[in-house]
């Protein structure tokens, strides 16, 4: 995918603030800190369109990327801080489950892993929630640069194990470091805007 330009398009909290058009649009989620602005900044070849921090919360609004003027991607904030109050976290869930539930130019949802852990309770629930709302769910197991050669298919059957899905080789490894897998990534995006 050649990428022409990408911007930031609107910071949103409630769907007033959504865009108003009707560009396709793909989502990023998962738990706080495992990577999704790293893998929007590495896909799309930028260092800080979307903010990264190595302390978990930093996404705090839904941030809506316009890509090529073409589609957008949109960098939801992350669940599962457990140094964020019950309160805040309430308030981010029903932020993302807005966002996730009323969007019509939502096509496709990637859930974002961490490579080198177990998927968590919450994560096994969103999946499950994606599916049933008729996504396929894209799953990004990131972070591939700190796991061994030897170790990733053990790591890929332990995700696939969890989340419940038939097939692991679905499962897209990414490093948002040094990109391998890009390609794959923008075949599975392209075929959806
Ligand atoms: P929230 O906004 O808090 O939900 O986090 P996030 O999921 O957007 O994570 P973010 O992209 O901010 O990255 C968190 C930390 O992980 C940062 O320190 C990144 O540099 C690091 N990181 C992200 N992706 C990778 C990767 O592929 N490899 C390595 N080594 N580090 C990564
Ligand atoms: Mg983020």
Known sequence: MKIINS???AIAVKPEQY???DLS?????GRSNVGKSSFINS?????????????????????FYLINEEF????????GYAKV???EQDKWGYIIEEYLTSRENLKEIALIIDIRHSP???????????????????????????ISKGSLQKNLKKISEKLGMEDRKT???????NKTNLERVWERFKSLI
């Open 19 to 21: 865009p108003k058009d």
């Open 72 to 79: 957008r991607f949109v960098d939801l904030p992350g669940y």
């Open 120 to 146: 968590t309770e919450q994560d096994l629930m969103m999946y499950e929630w994606i599916k049933s709302f008729g996504y396929e769910g894209i799953v990004i197991a990131t972070k591939l640069d700190k």
């Open 7 to 9: 911007d930031i398009q």
């Open 43 to 63: 896909i799309l070849n930028r260092k800080n369109l979307a903010r990264t921090s190595g302390k978990p919360g930093k996404t705090r609004t839904i941030n």
């Open 85 to 87: 109050s019950k309160k």
């Open 25 to 29: 649009e793909i989502a990023f989620v």
């Open 171 to 177: 499962i897209i490894p990414y490093s948002s470091i």
